[in-house]
T-cell receptor, first 115, second 115 residues
């Protein structure tokens, strides 16, 4: 069974440009999470989808970030326009159930560098 | 609110020595606790989790952790380090309730194993 995949693995863009990150969860996993790790800091929660609905987007830093999960399968996270402080590693994770005890399966992350 | 503190951003041990990675948490409700490991260029992988059953939790690769409510700790140990244990380790907490699956992470501890 394929794990969580993320694309691209690396992205280098100029300040002011737009970048779209993609996450493909494990097939059948209704719950999808986005996290971010800024260099030197802890991994922080961004948002949580249940199928195509946003369950919790309390961690989204500002309105330059837009997450979608059309059809309840893969998800995209768009940053527009990108700022220097958006640099970091963006992780996606998925779970089958919504219980807090469930293991979250993580993708390898997308390393975003904004110059 | 919940929080996690990992004492020591870097821990160095000799091969065959005891591994002890410290994690303290803060949670207003009984938490679910997790240890994840990240090897280079890979996603986070679950080592073990505490879900209010046994306080001593055994995980993969010979790791275990003990939940101590009185000390609000969930330290990770392994009796004998192996070179392949070199990685970054993350402690995380989920307080359940309306947090659903949202994880709060510690800052991470990089484990180095010397021959």
């Amino acid at each position: 069974e394929a794990g969580v995949t993320q694309f691209p693995s690396h992205s280098v863009i100029e300040k002011g440009q737009t970048v779209t990150l993609r996450c493909d969860p494990i097939s059948g996993h209704d719950n999808l999470y986005w996290y971010r790790r800024v260099m030197g800091k802890e991994i922080k929660f961004l948002l949580h989808f249940v199928k195509e609905s946003k369950q919790d987007e309390s961690g989204m830093p500002n309105n330059r970030f837009l997450a979608e999960r059309t059809g309840g399968t893969y998800s995209t996270l768009k940053v527009q326009p990108a700022e220097l402080e958006d640099s970091g590693v963006y992780f996606c994770a998925s779970t089958l159930g919504q219980g807090s005890y469930n293991e979250q399966f993580f993708g390898p992350g997308t390393r975003l560098t904004v110059l | 609110a919940q929080s996690v503190t990992q004492l020591g951003s870097h821990v160095s041990v000799s091969e065959g020595a005891l591994v002890l990675l410290r994690c303290n948490y803060s949670s207003s409700v009984p938490p679910y606790l997790f240890w994840y490991v990240q090897y280079p260029n890979q996603g986070l992988q679950l080592l073990l989790k505490y879900t209010s059953a046994a306080t001593l939790v055994k995980g993969i690769n010979g790791f275990e952790a003990e939940f101590k409510k009185s000390e609000t700790s969930f330290h990770l140990t392994k009796p004998s380090a192996h070179m392949s244990d070199a990685a970054e380790y993350f402690c995380a907490v989920n307080a359940g309730g309306t947090s659903y699956g949202k994880l709060t992470f510690g800052q991470g501890t990089i484990l180095t194993v010397h021959p």
